[in-house]
């Protein structure tokens, strides 16, 4: 297996919290950054966050700072994200994969390509 595994996403309100967890093979995890990314049915997918590979420093897009928290296990090679006072705008399936960022820019490792199944949130308002 190549492909991370996300899970944790699901219905909730506007203004609520929810958390994402990843778990991803050695492979694909050590000694790499691993970022969330989200998308929208038609629409570009979305880097969001982006975590150093030894989870010392995490960049994240203008639309989640401040409300999302990434973190990263490397005993157990998993990333979680911990939403907080989300949006209907959220509403995304969201992914984990290896990633690179200039700042808030925020992109998949240009050498990953197996991404996972994803795992969908829905806010409401």
């Known amino acids: 297996q190549v492909q991370p595994v996300e899970s944790g996403g699901g219905l909730v309100q506007a203004g609520e919290s929810l958390r994402l967890t990843c778990t991803a093979p050695?492979?694909?995890?050590?000694?790499?950054?691993m970022g969330w990314f989200r998308q929208v049915t038609g629409k570009e997918r979305e880097g969001i966050s982006c975590?150093?590979?030894?989870?010392?420093?995490?960049w994240y897009s203008d639309s989640v700072k401040d409300r999302f928290t990434a973190n990263r296990d490397n005993d157990n090679k998993m990333v979680d994200l911990q939403m907080k006072k989300q949006k209907p705008e959220d509403t995304a399936i969201y992914f984990c994969?290896?990633?690179?960022?200039?700042?808030?820019?925020?992109?998949?490792?240009?050498?990953?390509?197996?991404w996972g199944q994803g795992t969908k949130v829905t806010v409401s308002s």
């Open positions: 050695r492979l694909t995890f050590d000694g790499r950054a």
């Open positions: 975590t150093t590979a030894s989870g010392a420093r995490t």
């Open positions: 994969a290896p990633c690179g960022s200039v700042a808030s820019i925020i992109d998949p490792a240009s050498d990953f390509h197996a």
